[in-house]
């Protein structure tokens, strides 16, 4: 079993619907939790950032964790076609800036005009 | 500024050839990091630094070796290239081990 677990879709959702994305884990020492988007060909940019359980909002963004389930979500509202990319999970026991992050293997959304 | 900066974006090697791909980034950050994404494999951890002249090994290391003279630049170098290391290369550098990292647009290498 992997670390982290992501379905790669790809998931395909019309306009303005919101969009739920999600990964589990199976390492409970995890306490950093964190979203990239990923444009084609382009470099992963940080989404959410999120320390140990609880809830974060960014605009039309929402990041949930749940580490009793070792479970982390990512919500989108009123999805955009420019919402468009893979969206990697990532998480690190320690903080990945030191010793690097765990990450998803990415799920492809596509948001249809 | 330019954040973190990757040369070359493309890369054609033959098997046994050796190269560099360089990394610099303009943040003044003590951590930077190499990473390769595969195809249904994700982002993996090659080597990391947090610091000038500390260095080591993330979780795929083989073939690979790195260097960090200064805060600004972190060298992946291929000592002797074989088709396994055909990936997408990315760099990335963070402020902190908070790991909210920052990423370079990638090197796409093809090894035949």
């Known amino acids: 079993q992997k670390e982290v677990e992501q379905d790669p879709g790809p998931l395909s959702v019309p306009e303005g619907a919101i969009v739920s994305l999600n990964c589990t884990y199976s390492n409970s020492a995890f306490q950093y939790f964190m979203w990239y988007r990923q444009y084609s060909r382009k470099g992963p940019e940080l989404l959410m950032y999120?320390?140990?359980?609880g809830n974060k909002e960014d605009g039309r963004f929402t990041a949930q964790v749940d580490k009793s389930s070792k479970y982390i979500s990512l919500f989108i509202r009123d999805s955009q076609p420019s919402d468009s990319a893979t969206y990697l999970c990532?998480?690190?026991?320690?903080?990945?800036?030191?010793?690097?992050?765990?990450f998803g293997k990415g799920t492809h959304l596509i948001i249809q005009p | 500024n330019a954040g973190v900066t990757q040369t070359p974006k493309f890369q054609v090697l033959k098997t046994g050839q050796s190269m560099t791909l360089q990394c610099a980034q303009d943040m003044n950050h003590e951590y930077m990091s190499w990473y390769r994404q595969d195809p249904g494999m994700g982002l993996r951890l090659i080597h990391y630094s947090v610091g000038a002249g500390i260095t080591d090994q993330g979780e795929v290391p083989n073939g690979y070796n790195v260097s960090r003279s200064t805060t600004e630049d972190f060298p992946l170098r291929l000592l002797s290239a074989a088709p396994s290391q055909t990936s997408v290369y990315f760099c990335a550098s963070s402020f902190d081990r908070g790991g909210k990292l920052f990423f370079g647009s990638g090197t796409q290498l093809s090894v035949l």
């Open positions: 999120t320390y140990s359980s």
């Open positions: 990532a998480m690190s026991h320690s903080g990945g800036g030191a010793d690097g992050l765990t």
